[in-house]
């Protein structure tokens, strides 16, 4: 139920940004949204069984039997040195990862409350609560994206595979964006897509660590694994393309090329879902960029229409954390926080 009433303090708070016309008062809405979210996710011991497991990782680190990652476990082996808890570890993830995440809001969106509220309910609990690692690779996919609409391509590509060092599928996602913006896209779709199904029908695991070291072989676990593919996925990768389309005078031309880049690989990732489920979780990054999509068409319009524009956003919003409470775990998360 906590997950739900969250979700309702942000639409209230998100209304009244979209509402105010005062400096100081949509400041001190964002301060109170940034300090309630580290609280709210570093104060949490739930998450699903992935946050069993990292918990497991974390207290037995010298006898883990399985690899997340380089630099996770630098991250790991750099808390316990200081002699923090798995709860105050999970509060120092909360202060690096949120305000990384809630400032690229800010710099790309006029609301960046309503931007917080948008990803609250898109991903933030699956992504900052659950996917330990792809939260943490997120800030560095956020940094790249950002470096590469500057053109500083190589401090771009670097953060690009720091973040495949926390999780492989960051460094896969960025890749998929970076090829689709080539000349020639639809040769490495079409590219893309064979060889992705070829593995699915195979039922070929892909081992990513034998080619980069350091990177987590569970990549090759979900290539394979089953899982069901959630409308969700169709729903927002539809809106966002239809959104892009008619707010496209808000991006400048290097963001045009990006945005539509990230939007097709969203599209080859949903078709690909439905062969191999897992590979949905790629489509977390991007969710993030679906974000700065709504908030931007939400502040294209007038400030009078602003509220009733983004209704069906909220209305949405609520359906889908209910949703995912009443569904994830058996329903684990209904009641589950602390």
Excluded at 33 to 48: C, D, E, K, P
Excluded at 60 to 85: H, Q, T, V, W
Excluded at 301 to 328: D, E, Q, W
């Amino acid at each position: 139920m906590i997950y739900i009433s969250v979700a309702i303090f942000f639409a209230a708070l998100s209304l009244l940004e979209l509402l105010s016309n005062n400096r100081q008062t949509k400041q001190g809405l964002l301060l109170l949204a940034v300090v309630f979210l580290i609280a709210f996710t570093g104060l949490r011991s739930w998450g699903g069984t992935d946050l069993d497991n990292y918990r497991d990782y974390y207290i037995n680190l010298d006898d883990a039997k399985i690899s997340y990652g380089f630099l996770y476990e630098m991250l790991n082996r750099f808390a316990l040195s200081l002699g923090l808890s798995f709860t105050e570890f999970l509060i120092l993830i909360a202060v690096i990862v949120i305000p990384s995440q809630i400032y690229f809001f800010y710099k790309t969106c006029a609301f960046p409350v309503t931007a917080l509220f948008v990803f609250y309910i898109l991903n933030f609990i699956w992504l900052d609560h659950i996917l330990l690692r792809q939260s943490i690779a997120s800030v560095f996919v956020l940094s790249g994206v950002w470096l590469l609409l500057r053109q500083r391509k190589m401090l771009s590509v670097t953060s690009f595979v720091v973040a495949g060092f926390f999780h492989a599928s960051a460094l896969i996602a960025a890749m998929s964006w970076v090829a689709m913006m080539a000349r020639q896209p639809y040769k490495i779709l079409v590219a893309v897509l064979v060889i992705a199904l070829s593995l699915a029908f195979f039922h070929l695991p892909v081992d990513w660590s034998e080619f980069i070291p350091g990177l987590s072989p569970n990549i090759g676990r979900y290539l394979v694994e089953s899982e069901s593919v959630g409308i969700s996925n169709v729903l927002e990768t539809a809106a966002a393309i239809i959104l892009f389309q008619k707010g496209r005078s808000q991006y400048s031309d290097q963001e045009i090329i990006w945005y539509s880049a990230m939007l097709w690989s969203s599209v080859v990732i949903v078709v690909l879902s439905f062969d191999v489920a897992p590979a949905a979780r790629f489509l977390e990054y991007a969710r993030l960029f679906f974000v700065v999509i709504f908030v931007r068409y939400i502040q294209s319009n007038s400030p009078t229409l602003r509220p009733l524009v983004a209704m069906p956003i909220y209305v949405y919003g609520l359906a889908k954390i209910y949703h995912f409470c009443v569904t994830f775990d058996g329903g684990a998360a209904f009641n589950a926080y602390l």
